[in-house]
């Protein structure tokens, strides 16, 4: 039949699963999907050549527990982890290249800036517009106190030759990465660790080029983790005119949890935490866990609770005192099944052997004596 190409991929934070779905799917490697995506920013291809591809996008909760983890590494304080993980999550929800950038200008300008002496006031006023869907970062820029940095932000957008391949790594080689170190050439000294500034001239409580570092890495995949590539067709391609509004927030936030809970199924329900199975054992019993679900959902028969009932935690009529070593829970669980069938037999035989002076009720044989007990 006719191969429907999917438009998103959502996967897990996981370099291998990336790279043969960029294999399999689109021909290529993340070198030219990055490259491929930035291109598609800038409409440089159409509807059809827009088809041809499939958009990858990381779990958000993967990413986010992935930045938390980065940032457990370094040195700073909690206050600052916290807050440089909520900027992290606006970045996430950003959409539009020029806002994703503006964002990126405000983080360097927090983190990076030593003489910036009101940091966590600025920080606080770019996550509250955040909170109020407010796109408008720049504004922030236009402080007297940052003035250099507005200067740096501002700076004209250089060309990037798309045919250049480089051998430097996928950190500095991305174009998105480039992109913002054009707009922010402070980021060059800031990850450069032969240039340290002097501690006395800090005066900005945030300041840490541990944690520029940090997002100066996520910098290059910005099409992975972000909604810059949400509804790519429409809003990217150059013979179509797309009148809605890209800077909003919201569409950062995919999944893969639905498939997570599907694997969790797989691993308890169908194989009964087995491993090693071979593959058409594993198929069968997809195959048909799948059938009866289908054919349940076909008669719409809910799956219910098991019938078997529980033990009763009511006490019988015997005392535990009295009760054998077999009602005894730390005996019995060091009893095996050929040691409760021995000393049942050896019980029986004494029962036989019983002398002519018992007594006896009903169906219950009792003597004189206590019932035996077995010595370990």
């Known amino acids: 039949g006719r191969f429907i190409r999917p438009r998103y991929i959502v996967i897990d934070f996981s370099p ?19 490259r491929w995506c930035f291109n598609a920013v800038k409409k440089n291809y159409t509807s059809e050549q827009l088809h041809s591809m499939s958009c990858i996008r990381f779990c958000c909760a993967h990413v986010m527990h992935a930045f938390t983890r980065s940032l457990s590494k370094i040195k700073i304080e909690k206050q600052i982890r916290k807050k440089a993980t909520i900027i992290f999550g606006v970045l996430l929800n950003c959409n539009d290249l020029e806002q994703i950038y503006e ?30 869907f407010n796109s408008d970062f720049e504004t922030f820029i236009e402080d007297e106190n940052i003035s250099d940095t507005q200067r740096l932000i501002e700076q004209e957008l250089s060309t990037l030759d798309d045919n250049f391949l480089s051998t430097e790594p996928i950190l500095h080689q991305s174009p998105f990465t480039k992109l913002a170190c054009e707009r922010s050439p402070v980021l060059l000294t800031l990850i450069d660790k032969s240039k340290l500034p002097n501690e006395k001239d800090i005066k900005n409580s945030f300041f ?27 809003r990217y391609a ?7 509004k890209s800077k909003v927030f919201g569409y950062g936030r995919v999944s893969n949890a639905t498939i997570e809970s599907f694997f969790k199924i797989i691993k308890h329900s169908i194989l009964r935490h087995q491993t090693n ?11 048909s866990t799948t059938s009866a679900r289908l054919k349940a959902n076909m008669h719409n028969i809910q799956q219910t609770g098991s019938k078997r009932r529980g033990r009763s935690k009511k006490k019988g009529r015997t005392a535990t005192s009295n009760r054998g070593v077999y009602f005894n829970k730390f005996v019995e669980s060091m009893l095996t099944a050929s040691d409760i069938r021995s000393r049942l037999k050896e019980k029986l035989e004494m029962r036989r052997n019983q002398p002519d002076g018992c007594e006896k009720t009903g169906d219950m044989t009792t003597t004189g004596t206590t019932n035996p007990t077995f010595d370990e």
């Open 238 to 244: 150059s013979d179509l005119n797309d009148d809605t």
């Open 277 to 287: 199975v071979r593959p058409a054992d594993f198929l069968l019993k997809l195959y």
């Open 103 to 132: 964002l990126i200008g405000c983080i360097v300008c927090i983190f990076g800036s030593p003489e910036l002496d009101n940091a966590e006031e600025y920080l606080d006023n770019v996550i509250k517009a955040a909170g109020d």
């Open 208 to 234: 840490s080029k541990e944690l520029i570092k940090v997002f100066y890495k996520w910098i290059a995949y910005v099409p992975l983790f972000t909604g810059l590539m949400h509804r790519f067709y429409e």
């Open 16 to 34: 291998a699963l990336l790279n043969a779905l960029l294999l399999s799917m689109n021909q290529t490697n993340i070198h030219s999907y990055l």
